[in-house]
């Protein structure tokens, strides 16, 4: 157009687009939007008053969903969520996104872990996508939701892109959500102070603590635990061979199987250094990238915790974790160790494994122990085939462990 035409300088529809039918537009937003299985996360779905019992949280919790409603519907500015795994930052950007898309509108989600390890195979020769290109798609997303910043590996590298990426969109004002375990206070300066500009940013703190004192255990956070992921798992990494290969093999599909349909526990058992953590994180994760919650907890540290929290003045909190750990949609024990001879600990951890046993939750389990070493009581939960899978990754270390019943459709 020349330039007194009124559409000069604007952007213009192409002639396939105007006929674009809105189902085909739909399907293609969706795949761009990379919302995947999230997309049942939705306003409608959302907790009303949030997850945690303070008032004060709820009324945080309501303002920011009023707040994201509005951005919805007309985004501007950034949005950015504070607060501990499980206290709903992830479902509120989700919902974001999905009501963009019913309106027909881009949005783009990435998980800040996932998009830097896209952008280090984008260097590979080969790669599907170039690096360029996918910074560039990533920097200028119409509408760009950041998830879980804070939980990538802190390498000067992946600090360097996050700043490229975030100073980028904040010169540009271009509309952004950024959801983070951190409080504003424990965040890099440099982005801190992009991320909360009072000329741009909204920033919420949905829970003033954490749920309560057994998320501080949970080390799915953690970046080495948060690295440990199935597209990770490489089985000539794992320092074995012959059928103890053959069975970390097996190990793996059944993990896979799981991940994808939890039903019932999972028992890994074998030698330290076989894989057995990493499947279980594996696990764990693939959950959450499905906007779940897990708890991933290493035994020896739940044992410390419990020994201090039931012997001082803050037993009523350690009570109340406990009972979290019990009724958890997902557990992972890590670790299940040789502690379990010390009578208080078997008691514990058998009231632990009752419960979620009577009540079918699905749990995961890792062990460098056999089915004796752990104690009748614990080896009874154990052994329920009709609850229970057992999964051999190596030969034990000390007694020979019963003969584990195969998961369905794997190869025994």
């Known amino acids: 157009m020349p330039p007194e035409h009124p559409d000069f300088g604007r952007p213009v529809p192409c002639a396939c687009a105007m006929h674009e039918s809105a189902r085909t537009r739909g399907e293609r937003l969706a795949r761009y939007s990379n919302i995947g299985p999230l997309a049942r996360l939705t306003f409608r779905t959302l907790i009303a008053r949030g997850r945690s019992a303070a008032a004060h949280d709820q009324e945080q919790y309501r303002r920011c969903v009023d707040d994201a409603r509005a951005f919805a519907e007309a985004p501007d500015g950034w949005l950015v969520l504070c607060g501990a795994s499980g206290c709903g930052k992830t479902h509120i950007a989700a919902a974001v996104v999905n009501r963009l898309l019913e309106r027909g509108e881009p949005a783009l989600f990435v998980v800040v872990p ?134 970390v093999e097996n190990a793996y ?58 012997a001082g003045d803050e037993a009523r909190g350690a009570y109340e974790a406990f009972d979290e750990m019990k009724t958890a949609p997902l557990l992972i024990l890590d670790d299940l160790d040789a502690q379990t001879g010390i009578a208080w600990v078997r008691d514990r951890l058998f009231q632990l494994l009752n419960y979620r046993h009577t009540a079918r939750l699905p749990t995961v389990i890792t062990t460098a122990l056999t089915l004796d070493e752990l104690g009748e009581r614990l080896a009874s939960r154990l052994v329920d085939h009709a609850v229970c899978t057992a999964i051999v990754l190596g030969e034990p270390q000390r007694n020979e462990a019963p003969r584990p019943r195969a998961r369905r459709g794997a190869r025994k």
């Open 253 to 310: 599909r059944q993990a896979l199987a799981f991940a994808e349909a939890p039903e019932g526990w999972l028992l890994l058992m074998g030698p330290h250094g076989a894989g057995k953590t990493h499947l279980a994180a594996a696990i764990a994760n693939d959950r959450r990238r499905r906007g779940e919650t897990p708890l991933f907890i290493v035994v020896p540290d739940l044992l410390d915790y419990l020994r201090r929290g039931f």
């Open 114 to 247: 996932d998009l830097l390890d896209h952008l280090r195979s984008a260097y590979q020769p080969g790669a599907d996508v170039r690096y360029d290109e996918l910074f560039e798609r990533v920097r200028n997303a119409r509408v760009l939701v950041l998830d879980d910043l804070g939980t990538q590996s802190p390498t000067p590298w992946a600090q360097e892109k996050l700043f490229q990426l975030v100073n980028h969109r904040f010169n540009a004002r271009l509309p952004t959500i950024v959801t983070t375990n951190l409080l504003p206070e424990q965040m890099d300066e440099r982005l801190r102070t992009r991320l909360t500009d009072a000329g741009l940013a909204r920033v919420y703190v949905l829970e003033s603590r954490r749920p309560s004192d057994m998320r501080a255990l949970d080390v799915l956070d953690h970046p080495l635990i948060r690295e440990m992921t199935f597209e990770r798992f490489d089985v000539r990494a794992v320092h074995l061979a012959g059928d103890d290969r053959r069975r």
